[in-house]
Structure formats: structure tokens, C-alpha cells
């Protein structure tokens, strides 16, 4: 393959699945890989229809920018795979698959350097993750900033779920087996495929996700007893949740979900029911303090296999997808952007001041300009990520 040019015609995404997106800062977001049906990617071979780009997405101007991708270096399983941004300067991804039939996982880790826009390959150590076998959807992960680590859950289609965690500084693996307790109801959580992890406070909770495709989770598992990995322990139980029954009742597949402060936002995902299956819209809230479920919003319109990611004041962003319940039906290339919670005056100010298209209108000025107006330094970065 030859390495991806930068396309001037090229100003917005490929709809995807399969993707992820990752925020920088309060700068924008990244976006990393995907799958869609429709596009060739001149292969010819079995692991057709990838799509092997990264994109960044500037809030403050509204405008996407394709970033090189060299095949020399780049990651081939650019799907399915963990992905998590460290500020604006780097991205850690880690695992991906090949193939709508799953012959061929990762467990490889790679950085991309924006600047540089170059992959390489990362040197671990340690206890690495086994490089699993027919497990095309790939493992959940979560990256917890106080500890700046990557926390993995297998993403195999049977047996137990295994939980890794990669030191990222130190770039060493380290594996959480499960302390055996038979007196425990719940001693296991089965594997699973798009479930969606959170780390809060010493524990890992999971969060939907099916034992095969489109395939509805065991039965034990609702949205109103969540799957808990306690990290000191190494036990699993089994979390109660209040809330309105229809949400309780709930085991989405393949949704999205982020943790912000101390409530975790869980978008859309397939309902995968006894007589039918449906797409989702509902933004479900999980106080995290209470462990109490709320609806909190809506999708502009149904979605599942998408991404989200969230800033620290607040602002998720949201990105592809499928909006219909066809597998093969078209990939959504929307960016969805929600505040789940009150921004700061300053932050308010500068999203009025770039609106309207006038972001994009303002970072066209000269650096020189930009500061004599009076922006600072932080304002003329945001404008030129």
C-alpha cells in the first residue's frame, strides 16, 4: 500500500464503524480508522473495506484536516482497536482486527505523533496480552489519567473476560486475573464483544455489549446490576442500579460511553430484544455517587457502533455510526457534539465569538494579527490545532 497524501478535495471523514475518537485538550478530536462496506481500499484481499486515516477536528474553526498515515509504520488492524489521546501532541493505540471473519488480531501498541503525523511501533514489556483469535470487535479499554494507565477487557467470544493494564509511562503490561471466589454469585464476567468500560474509584465497571454479533448479552446482565471488577480485590460482582425501569432493563450493544467526573454517559447502542431488535437515541446518565440511572438526552437521531469521547468541561463529542439497524447499510459521518455539563464564562464567550463559520474566518489571520486583537497564547494555539 501506498501512503495515504493529504487530498485537498478531501475536507470531511468517511463514515465509519469500528472507529475511535479521542479529545484533545479543549482543542478538538482525533479520529483514527473504522470500517465501512462501501469503500475499497485496494487491497483485494480478505481485510477489504478499511478505512486507515486519521483526522483531526478543530472546535474552535469547525473544520476537519486529513493527517498522513505512512502504511510503512502505521498499524494494518486499524479497526476495532483501544485508542486514547495524550493532550494534543500524541495518541496511543492499541490491538485492532482484520476481517469480517476475525482471523487476525493485534496485541501490538503504537503511538502517532500529530506533529510528525508518523506512527511507530511501541517496545512493551511485561505480562502483554495474549493476541486473541476470532474476536473481530475488538477489547473495551479505558484510560484512567490519575494513574495514566490503559485498562483493557478482552474482547474474546468466550470464556472469561480478562482486564489488562498498560502503565503508559512505563509502557509495561500488567494482567488482573480474577481471584477465584466460589462462594461469590458472580464470579466471572463472561467475555463479551462491543461492551464499553469505565474506571472509577478502584473499580472497572462494564457496560453492555453481546456474547457474539448483534447477539444479546446472558441474562444476569442489565443495566440495573452492572459487572464490577473490584482492582484491589481481583473479584468481580455485581453492582445495583436504581432508575426508571425501561433503563434498568437495558444491555445495549455496541454503544459508547464515557465517565465525567463522577457520572458516566452511555450513548444509543443496539436493544437487542426477545421479538425485535432497535436502535437507541437515549443519552442514559449514571450517578456514579448514587448509582442511580437518568435519561439525559437524545441523539439527533438513532446510532450504534459509533465512538465518544468527552472534554473536561464537559463538552462529548460523538461520531459515526450506523443509524439503521442494517449492518450494511450506510455509515453515519455526523459529529455530534452535547455539553453535559456547565461550561466555564471564558470557554462560553469563545464558542459565541466562533460560531457562524467565524472560527474559521478568525484562524485565517496571521499569528502576528491574532495577538494584536488581544488573543493570548492559548486562544492562538486552539485556533491553529
Known amino acids: 500500500m501506498e501512503e495515504n497524501a493529504v487530498e485537498e478535495e478531501s475536507t470531511l471523514p468517511k463514515g465509519v464503524t469500528g472507529h475511535r475518537i479521542a479529545v484533545a485538550g479543549s482543542s478538538g478530536i482525533f479520529l483514527v480508522g473504522g470500517w465501512n462496506p462501501t469503500v475499497d481500499d485496494g487491497t483485494g484481499s480478505f481485510d477489504r473495506n478499511y478505512v486507515r486515516e486519521v483526522w483531526k477536528y478543530n472546535a474552535s474553526t469547525g473544520l476537519w484536516s486529513k493527517l498522513r498515515c505512512s502504511s510503512d509504520t502505521a498499524p494494518l488492524e486499524m479497526a476495532s482497536h483501544c485508542m486514547t489521546s495524550l493532550g494534543s501532541k500524541r495518541l496511543l493505540c492499541f490491538g485492532g482486527s482484520l476481517s469480517s471473519i476475525g482471523q487476525e488480531c493485534s496485541n501490538r501498541c503504537h503511538w502517532y505523533f500529530v506533529?510528525?503525523?508518523?506512527?511507530?511501533e511501541i517496545a512493551c514489556n511485561g505480562n502483554i496480552p495474549p493476541q486473541n483469535l476470532h474476536h473481530w470487535f475488538g477489547q473495551a479499554s479505558f484510560?484512567?489519567?490519575?494513574e495514566n494507565a490503559l485498562y483493557v477487557a478482552s474482547g474474546v467470544l468466550s470464556g472469561p473476560m480478562l482486564i489488562n493494564?498498560?502503565?503508559?509511562?512505563?509502557?509495561?503490561?500488567?494482567a488482573l486475573p480474577a481471584e477465584a471466589d466460589t462462594k461469590a454469585s458472580f464470579a466471572d464476567c463472561?467475555?463479551?464483544?462491543?461492551?464499553?468500560?469505565?474506571?472509577?474509584?478502584?473499580?472497572l465497571f462494564v457496560l453492555g455489549g453481546g456474547l457474539d454479533f448483534q447477539n444479546a448479552g446472558p441474562p444476569e446482565l442489565q443495566l440495573g446490576q452492572l459487572p464490577t471488577f473490584d482492582l484491589s480485590s481481583k473479584r468481580w460482582s455485581l453492582t445495583p442500579c436504581?432508575?426508571?425501569?425501561e433503563v434498568l432493563t437495558l444491555w445495549p450493544f455496541a454503544s459508547s460511553v464515557v465517565l465525567h467526573k463522577d457520572a458516566l454517559f452511555l450513548c444509543g447502542g443496539l436493544d437487542i430484544g426477545e421479538a425485535n431488535n432497535r436502535v437507541l437515541r437515549e443519552i442514559l446518565r449514571l450517578d456514579l455517587v448514587t448509582k442511580t440511572w437518568s435519561v439525559f438526552g437524545l441523539l439527533p437521531?438513532?446510532?450504534?457502533?459509533?465512538?465518544?469521547?468527552?472534554?473536561?468541561?464537559?463538552?462529548?463529542?460523538?461520531?459515526g455510526g450506523c443509524p439503521l439497524l442494517n449492518y450494511n447499510g450506510p455509515r453515519n459521518n455526523e459529529l455530534v457534539t452535547i455539553?453535559?455539563?456547565?461550561?466555564?464564562?471564558?470557554?462560553?464567550?469563545?464558542?459565541?465569538?466562533?460560531?457562524?463559520?467565524?472560527?474559521?474566518?478568525?484562524?485565517?489571520l496571521s499569528v502576528d494579527t491574532l495577538r494584536s486583537i488581544g488573543l493570548s497564547d492559548q486562544f492562538v494555539k486552539m485556533l491553529a490545532f
Do not use: Y
Open 242 to 245: 436504581f432508575g426508571p425501569p
Open 165 to 174: 493494564r498498560l502503565d503508559v509511562s512505563s509502557c509495561e503490561w500488567t
Open 143 to 146: 484510560h484512567c489519567r490519575e
Open 339 to 364: 455539553n453535559v455539563d456547565v461550561c466555564s464564562l471564558q470557554t462560553l464567550a469563545w464558542r459565541v465569538l466562533m460560531a457562524d463559520g467565524r472560527g474559521a474566518q478568525i484562524a485565517s
Open 115 to 120: 506533529k510528525e503525523q508518523i506512527w511507530q
Open 301 to 319: 437521531r438513532p446510532l450504534w457502533f459509533h465512538a465518544s469521547s468527552v472534554t473536561d468541561e464537559g463538552e462529548l463529542f460523538v461520531f
Open 190 to 203: 463472561p467475555g463479551l464483544v462491543r461492551h464499553e468500560i469505565v474506571v472509577w474509584k478502584g473499580e
